[in-house]
């Protein structure tokens, strides 16, 4: 708009050096530019070490425009349009580098290669005596708006790509506090059942036969499993569990629970 004389609509009158203002109104279109291109495409987690190149070339840039203003020197402001531009390059890179990890970076690259190609030969190279695109302003302006309606779409795009990665993460984050869950009520009554088991062991003063048996027992095996893990026969092992249970006193326990049932009303079992 400035090169066709158009901010004249607004009140805003052309300078001398009307070369100038126009690179540092690229410095600051630039800039607003890159920092789009940081948060959209999420730089910061894929490279974060980016910045650290851009941000300097952007101080850098900035520096050339303002001396291209205090000693009026033309080439101190191409200079200047160079390293603005070949920011907006790093992040195309980037964008392009980002392919085969995210769908939305293919937006932006598409998005902002005819336009920076444009601007390239109308900024650089045409303001050194390269003919390479003969490019105009209406180019720019109409890519410009191409570059608009694709990065609108995109942005949609990364919308919607940002709420379905929160609603997977919702998802994976439930199945595993599902998972923490079970595992620590496992833990828990493995834990009740162990200290149980020390407790009757040491209360009964029990063997290490005696130990290993009620350990089978708790387990859950059977007299079969338990006879081969302790090399000896079922009937030995149905012997030893008699011993172990009057030990503990378990068969008068189920006596007194059977006594209990017995004077309870039928009523409460229809």
Same mark, same amino acid.
């Given at each position: 708009?400035?090169?066709? @004389?158009?901010? @004249?609509?607004? @009140? *805003?009158?052309?300078?001398?050096?009307?070369?100038?203002?126009?690179?540092?109104?690229?410095?600051?279109?630039?800039?607003?530019?890159?920092?789009?291109?940081?948060?959209?495409?999420?730089?910061?987690?894929?490279?974060?070490?980016?910045?650290?190149?851009?941000? %300097?070339?952007?101080?850098?840039?900035?520096?050339?425009?303002?001396?291209?203003?205090?000693?009026?020197? +033309?080439?101190?402001?191409? +200079?200047?349009?160079?390293?603005?531009?070949? *920011?907006?390059?790093?992040?195309?890179?980037?964008?392009?580098?980002?392919?085969?990890? !995210? /769908?939305? #970076?293919?937006?932006?690259?598409?998005?902002?290669?005819? %336009?920076?190609?444009?601007?390239?030969?109308?900024?650089?190279?045409?303001?050194?005596? =390269?003919?390479?695109?003969?490019?105009?302003?209406?180019?720019? !302006?109409?890519?410009?708006?191409?570059?608009?309606?694709?990065?609108?779409?995109?942005?949609?795009?990364?919308?919607?790509?940002?709420?379905?990665?929160?609603?997977?993460?919702? +998802?994976?984050?439930?199945?595993?506090?599902?998972?923490?869950?079970?595992? /620590?009520?496992?833990?828990?009554?493995?834990?009740?059942?162990?200290?149980?088991?020390?407790?009757?062991?040491?209360?009964?003063?029990?063997?290490?036969? $005696? *130990?290993?048996?009620? $350990?089978?027992?708790?387990?859950?095996?059977?007299?079969?499993? =338990? #006879?081969?893990?302790? !090399?000896? +026969?079922?009937?030995?092992?149905?012997?030893?569990?008699?011993?172990?249970?009057?030990?503990?006193? =378990?068969?008068? $326990? *189920? $006596?007194?629970?059977?006594?209990?049932?017995?004077?309870? %009303?039928?009523?409460?079992?229809?």
């Amino acid at each position: 708009f400035y090169n066709d @004389g158009l901010l @004249g609509l607004f @009140g *805003i009158a052309s300078t001398e050096n009307s070369f100038l203002l126009q690179s540092l109104l690229l410095w600051v279109a630039v800039g607003f530019s890159a920092l789009f291109a940081s948060k959209y495409l999420n730089l910061e987690e894929f490279f974060p070490k980016l910045k650290f190149i851009t941000s %300097p070339l952007l101080v850098v840039a900035g520096g050339l425009v303002i001396s291209a203003f205090l000693m009026d020197n +033309t080439v101190t402001g191409y +200079t200047a349009n160079f390293v603005s531009l070949s *920011i907006l390059g790093c992040y195309f890179v980037a964008g392009v580098l980002l392919f085969s990890k !995210k /769908n939305y #970076a293919k937006f932006y690259a598409i998005a902002s290669f005819i %336009p920076l190609v444009f601007a390239i030969d109308f900024f650089v190279l045409k303001n050194i005596g =390269i003919n390479f695109l003969s490019t105009d302003t209406v180019h720019i !302006k109409v890519a410009g708006l191409v570059e608009m309606l694709i990065l609108t779409y995109a942005i949609v795009y990364r919308m919607r790509a940002i709420k379905e990665e929160h609603v997977l993460r919702q +998802t994976e984050m439930r199945i595993f506090l599902k998972r923490q869950e079970t595992l /620590n009520r496992q833990s828990a009554v493995k834990l009740m059942e162990e200290v149980y088991l020390e407790n009757l062991i040491m209360h009964y003063d029990l063997d290490g036969l $005696q *130990i290993k048996l009620l $350990q089978y027992i708790s387990e859950g095996k059977d007299n079969a499993k =338990i #006879a081969r893990k302790l !090399k000896t +026969t079922e009937q030995e092992i149905e012997f030893l569990t008699k011993e172990l249970y009057n030990k503990l006193e =378990i068969s008068e $326990q *189920i $006596q007194e629970d059977y006594r209990l049932l017995d004077t309870q %009303p039928d009523y409460l079992y229809n």
